[in-house]
T-cell receptor, first 112, second 114 residues
Framework: DSGVTQTPKHLITATGQRVTLRCSPRSGDLSVYWYQQSLDQGLQFLIQYYNGEERAKGNILERFSAQQFPDLHSELNLSSLELGDSALYFC???????????FGPGTRLTVL | QQQVKQSPQSLIVQKGGIPIINCAYENTAFDYFPWYQQFPGKGPALLIAIRPDVSEKKEGRFTISFNKSAKQFSLHIMDSQPGDSATYFCAASNDEGGGNKLTFGTGTQLKVEL
């Protein structure tokens, strides 16, 4: 157990809908990262927040957005969902801006 | 383009064997190279990591070998066990731009047979 928690574990929704994925970092960690894992794209970095501020951005679609709250938990919002958005979404955390990243158990999103 | 190339895609070894997984990178600004282990239905778990100022690092049965001039690094699993059967990912990162994103290889599915 990495200490990173993610909810929900599974999410099934329809095309065009909007969902919110939640992540709580390890106690004391200030950085939160979001990654997408799919069969065709592998593990792809989406976005990083450090102490509430966006620090790095990867291949995140404009339909996706994220934020980190004052209590350091983070949410990833996915809107106008498409079939191709079906994937595993992982959150990771680290103590500082850089450093070892510890991954949560993931949220499996299925878009029908 | 920041890429990490990983091989082989899959690997089968006998119990007690030493599987070796290789990765190569292009971006010389990378300064942190972790390896992750992932079991089906679970998140990637950090196994071991290395920085370019050392050529080898050992933690338990896991060893990273690093060749800075060749821009390559590899994972060796000593005395492999059936419980090591999992997917292994190499990754690389640097703090370019004030952040710290991991760029992952495509993964190696390892099976350790009795």
């Amino acid at each position: 157990d990495s200490g990173v928690t993610q909810t929900p574990k599974h999410l099934i929704t329809a095309t065009g809908q909007r969902v919110t994925l939640r992540c709580s970092p390890r106690s004391g960690d200030l950085s939160v990262y979001w990654y997408q894992q799919s069969l065709d794209q592998g593990l792809q970095f989406l976005i990083q927040y450090y102490n509430g501020e966006e620090r790095a951005k990867g291949n995140i679609l404009e339909r996706f957005s994220a934020q980190q709250f004052p209590d350091l938990h983070s949410e990833l919002n996915l809107s106008s969902l498409e079939l191709g958005d079906s994937a595993l979404y992982f959150c990771a955390s680290s103590g500082m801006i850089a450093g070892p990243q510890y991954f949560g158990p993931g949220t499996r999103l299925t878009v029908l | 383009q920041q890429q990490v190339k990983q091989s082989p895609q899959s690997l089968i070894v006998q119990k007690g064997g030493i599987p070796i997984i290789n990765c190569a990178y292009e971006n010389t600004a990378f300064d942190y190279f972790p390896w992750y282990q992932q079991f089906p239905g679970k998140g990637p778990a950090l196994l071991i990591a290395i920085r370019p100022d050392v050529s080898e690092k050992k933690e338990g049965r896991f060893t990273i070998s690093f060749n800075k001039s060749a821009k390559q690094f590899s994972l060796h699993i000593m005395d492999s066990q059936p419980g090591d059967s999992a997917t292994y990912f190499c990754a690389a990162s640097n703090d370019e731009g004030g952040g710290n994103k991991l760029t992952f290889g495509t993964g190696t599915q390892l099976k350790v047979e009795l």
